[in-house]
């Protein structure tokens, strides 16, 4: 639900599913440096541009946060 949001609101559109593509919904690069950005501020973790490019939709995106965070809590309990 937060990276449909952030897609909704970085593109300005009203709504965004899971399998819908970031650049076929009008996306670009610049675009997806601000998602980058936000995934940074608003969940807390860092996945690098290169990853996200290759992670177009929803769906996949939020396997690399998902996979981020866990690596994130793996690390603070070192």
Avoid: C
């Amino acid at each position: 639900k937060i990276l449909a949001e952030l897609w909704q609101a970085v593109l300005g559109i009203e709504q965004a599913g899971i399998h819908d593509n970031f650049f076929e919904l009008g996306g670009h690069s610049l675009l997806m440096t601000q998602v980058a950005y936000r995934i940074s501020a608003d969940i807390g973790v860092d996945i690098p541009l290169a990853d996200i490019f290759r992670a177009p939709t929803i769906l996949e995106l939020s396997i690399l946060v998902s996979e981020a965070l866990l690596l994130t809590m793996d690390q603070a309990e070192i």
